[in-house]
């Protein structure tokens, strides 16, 4: 039986979410000033980590586009400030984004 469950997102620039196999994800959002995604999961399937890239409006996109899939726009502190969240995927013949996925690149 799916459910929908949510997931906090972490205020780092690069992020891991433990979702389940297969989770489709619906929305990111805020909930009491708090950023959150949620999915549309089966609770029983194995938790598969993901990776995610948090992008702050105006701030440069280092990864090639075709590596990021959009799911969403949330606001915190009344608007002040806006962010977006991609997930990190690998496309057929592209290169691949663990060189982009570092501890360096975080300040940059």
Known sequence: M???FKYPIPADD?????????AQILKADCQFD???????VDPLAPTKVRKFRLIRTGHPISEPLENLMFHGTFQLHGGALIFHIFEIITCQGTPTI?????????ND
């Open 2 to 4: 799916h459910k929908i």
């Open 34 to 40: 708090k950023p959150y995604l949620w999915a549309l």
């Open 14 to 22: 690069y992020l891991e979410i433990g979702l389940p196999e297969g």
């Open 98 to 106: 663990e060189r982009f996925y570092t501890r360096s690149n975080i």
